[in-house]
């Protein structure tokens, strides 16, 4: 059973702060990632792909991939309120499909 | 630019009524496709996924079925709805292999009374 993992948080963090929320996943060969917001009620809307080890930034947005270990990370930095959502870590699994994480749930306090 | 067209966004059923979710696609050819569910306060489950009219595989074994008559256009079925089928339905869209990203449309919730 293909598995990936996230703290269920929530995770809170004062406004302007780096809010860090990590990923692993239990299948060695994956080999394409990604991050997703969710916004409560809403639906899941993309907001990373990575593929490569190392860092990705887009924006405030920061994917960090780590294949040796099996983890991926995303990083908010200058957090805002409305960065407030739950956030789903996506592993491609063999060229399958995709296995969500449960998601974190992040907080942003003004 | 592709878009994703799902409804209704709110549905509520009685237990043992049939159930028809349509989902289309605009803006892009020979799309995959795929039907989630989440349940509340829960993780996404995938349920079905097509990678071509008429090609459907279901990853999750229920009284649920799914469907591809055209190109662009993905339909998740009943006959008899349960209770256990409430949740946020969501389909969603990817090109390319399955190492693209997918892209969701709006959903439907839908609670079984």
């Known amino acids: 059973q293909k598995e990936v993992e996230q703290n269920s948080g929530p995770l809170s963090v004062p406004e302007g702060a780096i809010a860090s929320l990590n990923c692993t996943y239990s299948?060695?060969?994956?080999?394409?990632f990604f991050w997703y917001r969710q916004y409560s009620g809403k639906s899941p809307e993309l907001i990373m792909s990575i593929y490569s080890n190392g860092d990705k930034e887009d924006g405030r947005f920061t994917a960090q991939l780590n294949k040796a270990s099996q983890y991926v990370s995303l990083l908010i930095r200058d957090s805002q309120p409305s960065d407030s959502a739950t956030y789903l870590c996506a592993v491609e699994d063999y060229g399958q499909n995709f296995v969500f994480g449960p998601g974190t749930r992040l907080s942003v306090l003004p | 630019s592709q878009t994703i067209h799902q409804w209704p966004a709110t549905l509520v059923q009685p237990v043992g009524s049939p159930l028809s979710l349509e989902c289309t696609v605009e803006g892009t050819s020979n799309p995959n496709l795929y039907w989630y569910r989440q349940a509340a306060g829960r993780g996404l489950q995938l349920l079905f996924y097509s990678v071509g009219i008429g090609q459907i595989s279901s990853e999750v074994p229920q009284n649920l079925s799914a469907s591809r008559p055209q190109d662009r256009q993905f339909i998740l079925s009943s006959k008899k709805l349960l209770l256990s089928d409430s949740g946020f339905y969501l389909c969603a869209w990817s090109v390319g292999g399955f190492d693209q990203p997918q892209h969701f449309g709006d959903g439907t919730r839908l609670s079984i009374l």
């Open positions: 299948d060695r060969g994956s080999q394409s």
